[in-house]
């Protein structure tokens, strides 16, 4: 396969991008839809990000918990999330308090998504199908 | 981003920090940047251990790289202040593995 120029310059723009957002955070999953493809990239990659960063305003006020990549677990409701998938947590205990007391006096807590390993939600408010169509329709291109 | 979990609210507050190396600094939140770069003063760090209480070490104005941070907490000063530290047994929290 052979790329034109500015197609070449965009899709090492994007590579490029991926790679310093990969650095700068743990998200490898968000990025492996593009990984597999080595096309020219149509849309910028801040896409990638946009599908979990609304999914997950649509999940807040619902109770959540979130394993750090310490082992910490913590569950509280879901107050809002950022472009970066910080996450704030309002109500907060952590799951097991007589392992980990370090955290007692905090009720409310902004959790760097950097650090996050995984986020449990609410059976409910997963919506397998969309989620499936929503990935598939990025890994095409839009 | 108005939305967004920003820490503007947290600001002259006191504020507990759980960095990646599993530290636990306490302090009032001055000023904090997109990378979460904190800067706090009046800090100490709390050293958990099995053998005794908890230690508090005063650390003073601190600035803190965001990209060692794990947690933020706003410090409810009732909850901070019915905790018995001298009690307080634990393994120091684990350090994160990216």
């Known amino acids: 396969m052979t790329y034109s120029g500015s197609q070449l310059y965009l899709w090492l723009k994007v590579e490029l991008t991926l790679f310093i957002l990969r650095e700068h955070s743990g998200y490898t999953l968000l990025f492996c839809v593009r990984d597999q493809r080595r096309t020219p990239a149509t849309h910028p990659s801040s896409d990638y990000k946009m599908l979990f960063f609304s999914y997950f305003k649509d999940l807040v006020g619902r109770e959540v918990t979130v394993e750090l990549k310490n082992d910490l677990a913590i569950r509280g409701t879901l107050h809002s999330v950022d472009q970066y998938l910080n996450i704030k947590l309002e109500n907060t205990r952590v799951v097991d308090q007589d392992k980990y007391p370090h955290m007692l006096s905090v009720r409310n807590c902004f959790i760097r998504g950097s650090v996050v390993r995984y986020v449990q939600l609410p059976p409910e408010g997963v919506d397998v199908e969309l989620l499936h169509d929503a990935t598939r329709r990025e890994a095409r291109g839009g | ?98």
Do not use: C, W
């Not at chain 2, 920090?17 to 009032?28: H, L, S």
């Open chain 2, 1 to 98: 981003m108005s939305t967004g979990p920003g820490l503007e609210s947290l600001v002259d507050q006191n504020i507990s920090v759980i960095t990646n190396d599993g530290r636990n600094i306490v302090g009032i939140l001055k000023g904090f940047d997109q990378a979460t770069n904190l800067i706090l003063d009046e800090s100490h760090e709390r050293v958990y251990s099995t053998k005794e209480g908890v230690q508090q070490l005063v650390l003073g104005l601190y600035i803190i790289r965001g990209d060692n941070i794990s947690i933020v907490g706003e410090l409810d000063e009732e909850l901070d202040a019915s905790l018995d530290l001298s009690k307080l047994r634990a393994h120091p929290l684990k350090p994160v593995i990216h």
